[in-house]
Nanobody, 124 residues
């Protein structure tokens, strides 16, 4: 059974930083692209970032480029999202995802596996 467990969400002030982590189990981690989505209150879910199985390719939502960094450690079956200069509009539940097709994650077109999410609250 595939499990993706997010951690690191908390209350942070605007302009601050957070590092989210996702621990994966039940899958051959190095065979999967990984990513992060978020859903703010009353808004639709949106893609945030994705990384290829080897970590050689990364993709980001335009509004987070230069502030967020996705990374992975295939030896530890973990993926991270470093978020800097956060703003209040980025308050959301952040979800870790996995799919064997990086494009599916970037297009949000039927991602295979989802975590339960971790809440990030950015106070203004």
């Amino acid at each position: 059974q595939v499990q993706l467990v997010e951690s690191g969400g908390e209350l942070v002030q605007a302009g601050g930083s957070l590092r989210l982590s996702c621990a994966a189990s039940g899958l051959t981690f190095s065979n999967y692209a990984m990513g992060w989505f978020r859903q703010a209150p009353g808004k639709e879910r949106e893609f945030v970032a994705a990384i290829s199985w080897r970590g050689s390719s990364t993709y980001y939502l335009d509004s987070v480029k230069g502030r967020f960094t996705i990374s992975r450690d295939n030896a530890k079956n973990t993926v991270h999202l470093q978020m800097n200069t956060l703003n209040a509009e980025e308050t959301a539940v952040y979800y870790c995802v996995a799919d064997d097709d990086l494009g599916v994650i970037v297009r949000d077109s039927g991602v295979d596996y989802w975590g339960k999410g971790t809440l990030v609250v950015v106070s203004s």
